[in-house]
């Protein structure tokens, strides 16, 4: 059971890695190219790590409870940096006066 | 000539790769790397310096010349940069910027009579924009102290886990580059002046040094730690355990000092006012 759990978690974290990486290379410029990158560094990382973060909890001892904590840890890191990383790029983008994509012929922003 | 080019690539490519059919195996006992002094070092580094990783004894005990002067080696490639990019003697512009601090308005100064240097709510600034960012001043202000006690911890726990002063090093260092980055150059100059930092490099590679001349002074080899074992009152296989901790803190300093002084030269194009 608790298997089959770690599978689903894990293999559903490289689906959202899986879609970020197509995503970075299909979107059409820097901005929307970052939204993918921002979403599968947290959501395929939580899924991902706590699905290994369950792995190593069985049988639960002292040391594998630790372990697991620790494996969560990163994830908590990544959840504070990787959005605080993208924020930047996109900041600097706008300083740096790049303008964002628009759909050849759809209607300009007003 | 493009043919010609990618057929010379071609043809080193397969010589190459022909090549590596004489090589070894991967993991091989027999190997020439694995027969000559690898075996000893594994077998016995334990009993000999009582550094349970391998890596870290071999580094800095039984090959601890090449290490001291691997460190020599950053501590001139800090001293380099700083003599070739740092510009002494700036000539002050026409106008001056200066931030006011409690709203953030900037004003610019056309005459130097004016200036609001010696009121306290005006900052100067170097350039037009600095990063003035709410987001990442508190997430790098949060983050900084965990990075320095991470990387104290990678510097001190060397021994056992992969890690030491180079690693330990350039962790602290970065952690001073993102306070330049993340608040301004100023501030990471206040916490560690140029000065302390240059003098920090060179204090590096003396405690390294210092360390090999402390064991020649003891009346044994250059860098042959078991002659602490009487300074420190422990016996000599302890000793060299020791003796490899305070090389480690010398490159650790050396390299965390070295690291801020290239990126201090190299992000302001060695005016060291305001950088990026």
Request: contains cysteine; negative net charge; charged residues 15%.
């Amino acid at each position: 059971m608790i298997d089959f759990m770690v599978v689903v978690l894990v293999a559903a974290g490289l689906v959202f890695f899986l879609g970020g990486g197509v995503g970075i290379l299909r979107f059409p410029d820097f901005y929307s190219r970052l939204h993918p990158a921002g979403k599968l560094d947290t959501s395929g990382s939580v899924l991902a790590m706590s699905g290994l973060a369950l792995f190593v909890l069985f049988p639960i001892t002292l040391e594998s409870v630790l372990t697991s904590l620790k494996i969560l840890l990163i994830v908590v890191i990544v959840f504070l940096t990787s959005p605080t990383a993208t924020h930047a790029i996109v900041d600097a983008g706008v300083r740096a006066g790049l303008e964002p994509w628009q759909k050849p012929g759809g209607q300009a922003e007003p | 000539m493009k043919l010609l080019g990618f057929l010379i690539v071609l043809i080193t490519g397969a010589v190459l790769i022909w090549a590596t059919g004489e090589f070894p195996d991967w993991g091989d006992p027999g190997s020439p790397a694995s027969v000559h002094v690898s075996p000893r070092y594994i077998e016995k580094t334990l009993e000999e310096t009582s550094v349970p990783n391998a890596v870290t004894s071999v580094l800095a005990d039984y090959r601890g010349f090449d290490t001291m002067f691997e460190t020599t080696v950053i501590f001139a490639a800090g001293i380099s940069c700083f003599m070739l990019l740092r510009l002494f003697g700036k000539e002050r512009p026409e106008t001056l910027h200066y931030r006011h601090l409690l709203t953030g308005l900037t004003i610019r100064v056309r005459r130097r009579k004016q200036s609001p240097e010696q009121l306290e709510e005006f900052e100067p600034m170097d350039s037009l924009w600095t990063p003035h960012d709410l987001i990442l001043r508190t997430l790098c202000r949060f983050l900084i102290p965990f990075i320095q006690l991470f990387a104290l911890y990678v510097i001190a726990h060397g021994h056992h886990s992969p890690g030491g002063g180079f690693q330990g090093g350039v962790i602290l260092g970065a952690s001073l580059i993102l306070l330049a980055i993340s608040q301004d150059m100023q501030s990471a100059l206040k916490r560690i002046p140029e000065r302390t930092l240059a003098m920090l490099a060179a204090l590096g590679v003396s405690v390294y040094a210092g360390t090999g001349a402390l064991c020649l002074v003891m009346g044994s080899n250059f860098l042959d730690y078991a002659a602490l074992a009487g300074l420190f009152r422990v016996d000599p296989v302890e000793a060299r355990s020791l003796g490899i901790f305070l090389v480690e803190v010398g490159v650790g300093i050396a390299v965390m000092a070295t690291m801020i002084l290239i990126y201090h030269n190299l992000a302001s194009e060695g005016r060291l006012d305001e950088g990026l």
